[in-house]
């Protein structure tokens, strides 16, 4: 679809507040055994959760431990070689990435994919496009009600951006903005597809302390605000026990542990994850090394411990 590029005239903003839009209850999403394979390489192994309506749910875990490819499976990228995953009574295992969107799932990455060269509000726009209707033609002749249409998407995005803060940059070129207010145009465009769950890929990533408590109020206000749910994979564990109502850690693609976030501090099998056991421990277990280079360890962890976390490869997915 194309369409030309908006101007100020176009749309109007209003005061930040929640955009109003008439929503059900979310349904719960529910990883059932989930397993990834490539090749010999398992890199989920029979991984199980759910994220219960209207909760922010943390997937954790040391470097490699499967996460984004936890992340990748649930938006169809990568095919689930056994298990499921469903979204309510919708099946989501093995389905294109491109109707995901349309099912309810609102994806923002780790990695900022904008269009660096567009406005802020075609940025978010781009979100709009599973929800709306007609074609090149239609769009190229601007008939009228491809007009009306496009108008009240127009307005639906640029209510986004002012609940988000960034409605003051809704017609500047998105490349030239901070990092921060690109992140928040990812998330802006997430919700313009009004998911019932909101991913977020380590939303915090690359920012200071200022601004990561700036975006840990910004997820309690998109769920409490919207009544959505959230999912988010972080390594910035303040972040995760400040924001989680229930955390699940992933370990060499195992799920390890999955409980609320003051039991997560403290469970044994999260704290050798992060940390590896004594070297007693490890031989009596023949235990693998363990994993290093997170942002922060869990907060209950002492720093002598943390100096002794093993170096382990980057996250291969």
């Not at 496009?129 to 496009?150: C, D, I, Q």
């Not at 690109?182 to 915090?204: C, F, G, N, T, Y």
Request: proline share 5%.
């Amino acid at each position: 679809m194309t369409r030309p590029a908006t101007t100020e005239q176009d749309v109007t903003t209003s005061s930040p507040q929640a955009p109003v839009v008439e929503r059900t209850p979310p349904p719960p999403l529910v990883l059932d055994g989930a397993t990834v394979r490539f090749g010999g390489i398992v890199a989920l192994n029979d991984v199980s959760f759910t994220v219960e309506p209207g909760t922010i749910h943390a997937v954790i875990g040391p470097n490699g431990a499967g996460k984004s490819t936890c992340f990748n499976a649930i938006t169809g990228v990568y095919k689930l070689a056994s298990g499921k995953i469903t979204l309510g009574d919708t099946v989501l295992s093995n389905t294109s990435p491109h109707k995901i969107a349309s099912l309810g799932l609102g994806r923002a990455f780790q990695n900022l994919a904008l269009s660096g060269t567009s406005t802020v509000l075609d940025n978010v726009m781009l979100g709009r496009h599973s929800l709306m209707s007609g074609g090149f033609l239609s769009y190229g002749l601007r008939l009228p009600w491809t007009m009306k249409n496009e108008k009240k998407h127009l307005e639906r995005a640029a209510e986004i951006c002012d609940f988000l803060g960034i409605s003051q940059h809704l017609h500047k070129t998105a490349g030239l903005l901070s990092y921060g207010d690109q992140k928040r145009i990812d998330i802006a465009r997430a919700l313009a597809s009004e998911p019932k769950v909101l991913m977020l890929d380590e939303p915090a990533a690359g920012m200071n302390a200022t601004e990561t408590a700036e975006i840990a109020q910004l997820i309690h206000d998109v769920r409490d605000e919207l009544k959505i749910s959230i999912l988010l994979v972080e390594h910035d564990m303040s972040l995760v026990m400040d924001v989680a109502d229930h955390v699940t850690v992933l370990d060499f693609g195992k799920r390890i542990a999955d409980d609320v976030p003051a039991a997560i501090q403290k469970d044994p099998a999260v704290i050798r994850a992060y940390l590896g056991a004594p070297e007693e421990e490890a031989s009596d277990a023949d235990e693998q090394p363990k994993h290093a280079n997170d942002e922060t360890a869990l907060d209950d962890l002492s720093s002598d411990e943390e100096s002794a976390v093993a170096s382990r490869s980057e996250d291969s997915q």
